[in-house]
């Protein structure tokens, strides 16, 4: 559309760049009248501000976003973000650790959890093995 900001077209090429143009495509199949404002805020906020910074990689925010995600219980997200780390250069061992940090300062319910969903995750795209995941 013509009227988007620069703000969101850089929001869009990072969105791209970490989720998969998949995922975005689909988020914005799905998009309607009632929640347009809504992509536009994400693309925009999280998107073209938060995740756009020069101030840490695109890795570290991975590792920050999977740790926030999993201590506030959001498992949809954690399963997105964890499967993102394949562009974002998180590597399992990373997911691991942050996920450690869960356990101590957010709980172990919460990190038992989320160590769950990145299992399965990282299994279902080959970056764990069959006994790495315990499936």
Same mark, same amino acid.
């Given at each position: ?17 970490? /989720? ?13 009248? !009632?929640?347009?404002? !809504?992509?536009? /805020? ?17 890795? *570290? ?28 250069? #998180? ?7 942050? /996920? ?13 959890? #989320? !160590?769950?969903?990145?299992? *399965? ?10 006994? *790495?995941?315990?499936?």
């Amino acid at each position: 559309m013509s009227d988007e900001s620069p703000k969101y077209r850089q929001g869009m090429v990072t969105r791209r760049s970490v /989720l998969g143009d998949a995922h975005v495509d689909g988020a914005l199949a799905r998009q309607t009248a !009632f929640d347009a404002d !809504f992509q536009t /805020l994400i693309t925009e906020t999280a998107w073209g501000d938060l995740w756009s910074r020069p101030g840490i990689s695109r890795r *570290e925010r991975s590792m920050l976003t999977i740790a926030l995600l999993a201590a506030l219980g959001h498992d949809e997200e954690v399963a997105m973000h964890v499967r993102a780390t394949a562009n974002t250069g #998180a590597s399992p061992a990373d997911i691991r650790e942050a /996920l450690m940090h869960v356990a101590v300062y957010a709980g172990v319910p919460a990190a038992n959890r #989320a !160590f769950r969903i990145a299992r *399965e995750e990282l299994a279902k795209v080959g970056r764990v093995t069959r006994e *790495e995941s315990g499936a």
